[in-house]
């Protein structure tokens, strides 16, 4: 065995499991935060090999369903979970949202990854209180499941059409950086423990 293949056979796998959001919708792969995500990590020392495993337009219902085939092929050490947001501009029950998220944090748990819950909130005109009810649904997992939240991934810059696409929904390349800046404290904190 080479000196590469053991570096590469002992590098830890780092699964980030969502949808457009972080599939660098509308973008080339390589603007998307998931790669500026490796760059970092390499850039700092950390051993992890990034798999974006994201689909765009996935619902958890697509997720749950395919997260076990992920878990076996990639054996990560660390998950971001970053689904749930097209159940919401779907209108789906939020039930059915939290009960597949909740399958998938426990999948990934079952061999031994760390999960890290990345949150999404809805436009105001869905109605204020299933928008509250999205929000609540995040938090309640994150703390029934003691797993880590970024309540919204799209924080402090969502409504800034400097950062966002025309759809008004996906970050733009300028925007990319910025979904960066909000996972990353909390995925510090997780990989420091």
């Known amino acids: 065995m080479t000196c590469d293949a053991v570096a590469a056979s002992s590098e830890r796998t780092l699964l980030v499991f969502g949808d457009s959001l972080s599939a660098a919708h509308g973008l080339r792969a390589e603007q998307g935060w998931v790669v500026q995500l490796?760059?970092?990590?390499?850039?700092?020392?950390?051993?992890?090999?990034?798999?974006?495993?994201?689909?765009?337009?996935?619902?958890?219902?697509?997720?749950?369903?395919?997260?076990?085939?992920?878990?076996?092929?990639?054996?990560?050490?660390?998950?971001?979970?970053?689904?749930?947001?097209?159940?919401?501009?779907?209108?789906?029950?939020?039930?059915?949202?939290?009960?597949?998220?909740?399958?998938?944090?426990?999948?990934?748990?079952?061999?031994?990854?760390?999960?890290?819950?990345?949150?999404?909130?809805?436009?105001?005109?869905?109605?204020?209180?299933?928008?509250?009810?999205?929000d609540a649904m995040y938090v309640a997992l994150a703390a029934e499941n003691k797993v880590p939240l970024v309540p919204f991934i799209l924080e402090g810059f969502a409504l800034d059409p400097r950062y966002m696409q025309e759809d008004g929904i996906h970050p733009n390349a300028a925007g990319q950086p910025k979904v960066l800046e909000n996972v990353w404290p909390a995925l510090m904190r997780l990989l420091e423990h």
């Not at 020392?45 to 990034?50: A, E, F, N, W």
């Not at 990934?108 to 819950?117: C, D, E, T, Y």
């Open 38 to 134: 490796q760059q970092r990590l390499v850039s700092q020392g950390y051993g992890y090999r990034v798999v974006n495993a994201s689909v765009s337009g996935e619902t958890t219902s697509g997720g749950r369903g395919r997260i076990d085939r992920a878990l076996a092929q990639h054996r990560p050490a660390v998950v971001l979970l970053e689904l749930g947001g097209n159940d919401a501009l779907r209108g789906l029950p939020i039930r059915d949202t939290r009960a597949n998220l909740k399958a998938m944090i426990d999948a990934a748990r079952n061999i031994g990854s760390k999960v890290l819950l990345l949150g999404i909130r809805i436009p105001p005109n869905y109605g204020a209180a299933y928008a509250q009810s999205v």
